[in-house]
């Protein structure tokens, strides 16, 4: 195709401007997919799939997930950790990101383990075909349900506070045991105090947290532990937050986890695991600046070897869970334009058939997406307009100001960045059924998560014999 235009002026300047392979980019560095591609008809591409030829097939909103990137930041965060680190390392998908079959189970094949935070997201990863010995499951007000549930599949528990510890204790006086037939595998998980530049709501590490035991009360929850023949300390963890751009706070967390886990030895717990969470933000803009999944990798491993060596600690197996910048740049969500309101002088409104049902982040954290026409990527963006949802609620605007070529309805729209935490924050707000989502690579897509439909939403409804005669 001839560019008759420099790329800043139209959708193309949304494609990767690295000179690299796409194997060697990082995705989180990325607004599209790495195999995101414009064909000679002037239209978007993933996986080899033309987004409105899958619109077409699949239907509108539709999530498109493409594997080559999930894929790409599976295998970068695990062998930059196997090259950075000299000791065992796991790394974990944290699956609150989006928690379904197909994902998990690509997490998986690509070595990695699975983080998860109800009886909903074990049994996803268990489905999937991760190894029990591979979930972490995590939260801070787990259910005796869930606890029995992740302790009989033989899972690790990442204890949060002291319910957490006294309900394990108990289920080894009760006698509920281990799939291994072995004691509880407990890690303990601490607020490390260590702030973050991101949103508040999304802070973790700083001492005013609903996770972890507070740092003070360590010594009382590892002697408690060293009391309890069912149960088995595997070792620490803190987690600082998410969407985070500087490499500092992960400098800092390893030697303070690291501290933590001196403790957990004097008080002769043989814990030799630890897990520094996950956090690494990804591009959202253009002027979104995260660091690479390698520099991140390299960043905690040196961290972590050099806190061992000050406390003279044999390296213990680190583990980390990324959630966000594993899955986060893997998917668009494609949306069809509909109605479109010019208040002259004042702004005009383009809306598409979803908005904050499939996408809650912007009306939750103020989060800023891109967008791009699908059919013309080469086309000027001659237009200022706010792509609206479909909701009752005027916040339910998933971006404002955003600059696209001429659209009117019936134009497929991309809004790109939308695999983390997108589809597993989604809701019926509306009773708007959920999007379906695709899986596309080498020009093949299958459906991972079927478009709900009304019936679906109905089926839990039961109206009482007394209304039914109402009328
Ligand atoms: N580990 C723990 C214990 C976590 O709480 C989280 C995220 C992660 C790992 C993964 O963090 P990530 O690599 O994805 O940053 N809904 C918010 C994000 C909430 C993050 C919750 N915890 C959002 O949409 O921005």
């Avoid at 077409?56 to 997930?65: A, D, H, Q």
């Avoid at 801070?140 to 006294?166: F, P, Q, Y």
């Avoid at 281990?178 to 890690?187: D, E, F, Q």
Wanted: net charge negative; hydrophobic share 35%; with cysteine.
């Amino acid at each position: 195709m001839v560019l008759t235009q420099s790329r800043g002026e139209s959708g193309l300047q949304y494609l990767s401007e690295s000179k690299e392979a796409p194997q060697s980019r990082s995705p989180n560095q990325e607004l599209l997919p790495l195999t995101a591609s414009v064909n000679s008809s002037d239209r978007l591409e993933i996986g080899g799939c033309e987004v409105t030829a899958l619109v077409e097939k699949f239907g509108s909103p539709l999530y498109i997930l493409d594997e080559e990137t999930l894929r790409a930041t599976s295998s970068q965060y695990r062998d930059a950790f196997e090259r950075y680190y000299p000791g065992e390392s796991q790394v974990l998908y944290a699956s609150k990101a989006w928690s379904c079959l197909a994902v998990c189970a690509i997490a998986a094949s690509e070595g990695l383990g699975i983080d998860v935070v109800s009886a909903g997201e074990i049994r996803t990863a268990l489905q999937a075909g991760v190894s029990f010995d591979k979930i972490y499951f995590h939260g801070n007000n787990k259910s005796r349900e869930e606890l029995k549930l992740s302790v009989e599949s033989g899972c690790t528990i990442v204890a949060d506070n002291w319910h957490d510890l006294e309900t394990l204790a108990d289920f080894g006086k009760l006698g509920v045991s281990s799939k291994t037939g072995g004691p509880i595998r407990v890690m303990v998980r601490f607020t490390p105090g260590i702030e973050c530049h991101t949103h508040d709501y999304i802070k973790t590490g700083q001492i005013d947290s609903k996770f972890g035991f507070d740092p003070n009360s360590l010594d009382r929850v590892f002697q408690f532990i060293s009391e309890q023949p069912s149960l088995y300390c595997v070792g620490v963890h803190a987690h600082i937050g998410s969407q985070i751009f500087e490499l500092q706070p992960h400098d800092d967390l390893a030697f303070v986890i690291i501290g933590a886990l001196t403790k957990a030895q004097s008080y002769g717990l043989s814990a030799t695991e630890i897990n520094i969470g996950g956090g690494l933000g990804i591009r959202y803009t253009k002027t979104d600046d995260p660091p690479s999944i390698e520099d991140w990798a390299r960043t905690v491993c040196t961290a972590v070897v050099a806190a061992c060596d000050r406390h003279k600690l044999p390296l213990p197996k680190l583990l980390c869970e990324p959630g966000r910048s594993l899955v986060g740049t893997a998917c668009v969500t494609a949306y069809t334009v509909g109605s479109k309101k010019v208040i002259p002088g004042v702004r005009t409104y383009l809306s598409v058939d979803g908005g904050m049902s499939d996408n809650p982040r912007p009306i939750t954290y103020q989060s800023v997406y891109q967008v791009l026409a699908a059919e013309k990527m080469s086309a000027p963006l001659t237009e200022t307009v706010t792509i609206a949802g479909k909701h009752c609620e005027s916040g339910d605007i998933l971006i404002k100001d955003a600059k696209l070529p001429e659209c009117q309805a019936g134009d497929i729209l991309v809004v790109t960045a939308t695999g983390a935490y997108n589809y597993s924050m989604s809701s019926n707000y509306n009773r708007v059924p959920r999007p379906a989502a695709v899986l596309v690579r080498k020009g093949e897509a299958h459906t991972i998560l079927e478009r709900e439909t009304d019936e679906d939403l109905l089926r839990f409804d039961r109206l009482p014999e007394r209304l039914r005669t109402q009328k």
